[in-house]
C-alpha cells in the first residue's frame, strides 16, 4: 500500500500564497514522477505541475511564473508554492505519483486532497 498525505490548503486572499505539501509513504520502492491537480466546484480536474525523476517540470499554462513545484526525494515530498492567487483558483488541489512498490508493482496514486479557498 502507498499513500499520499496532502497538507497546506486553507483560505487565503486574492494575491496572496500558500505551499501545499505531500508526503508518500508506505511499501515505495521508487517514485517516478509527482505532481498536483485541482478541481474547481462544477469543473473538471486538471494538471496544475508536475515533476518528474528526469525531465523538465511541466505547468499549466494559467500558472506558470506564479507557481513553483519541488520535490525532496530523500522524504518523498512534493511540494507547490503558489504565488498571486486568483479566486477562480479555489478548487481541491490534489497530489498524484507515479509509484514502483516494494512488489515492483506499477501503479498511479491520488492523495485525499486539499481545499484552497481564494478570496476576492
Known amino acids: 500500500q502507498v499513500q499520499l498525505v496532502e497538507s497546506g490548503g486553507g483560505l487565503v486572499q486574492a494575491g496572496g500564497s500558500l505551499r501545499l505539501s505531500c508526503a508518500a509513504s508506505?511499501?515505495?520502492?521508487?517514485?517516478?514522477?509527482m505532481g498536483w491537480y485541482r478541481q474547481a466546484p462544477g469543473k473538471q480536474r486538471e494538471l496544475v505541475a508536475h515533476i518528474p525523476n528526469a525531465g523538465n517540470t511541466n505547468y499549466a499554462d494559467s500558472v506558470k511564473g506564479r507557481f513553483t513545484i519541488s520535490r525532496d526525494n530523500a522524504k518523498n515530498t512534493v511540494y507547490l508554492q503558489m504565488t498571486a492567487l486568483k479566486p477562480e483558483e479555489t478548487a481541491v488541489y490534489y497530489c498524484?505519483?507515479?509509484?514502483?512498490?516494494?512488489?515492483?508493482?506499477?501503479?498511479?496514486?491520488w492523495g485525499q486532497g486539499t481545499l484552497v479557498t481564494v478570496s476576492s
Open positions: 498524484n505519483a507515479g509509484v514502483i512498490g516494494t512488489d515492483y508493482r506499477d501503479r498511479e496514486v
Open positions: 508506505g511499501r515505495i520502492l521508487s517514485i517516478y514522477t
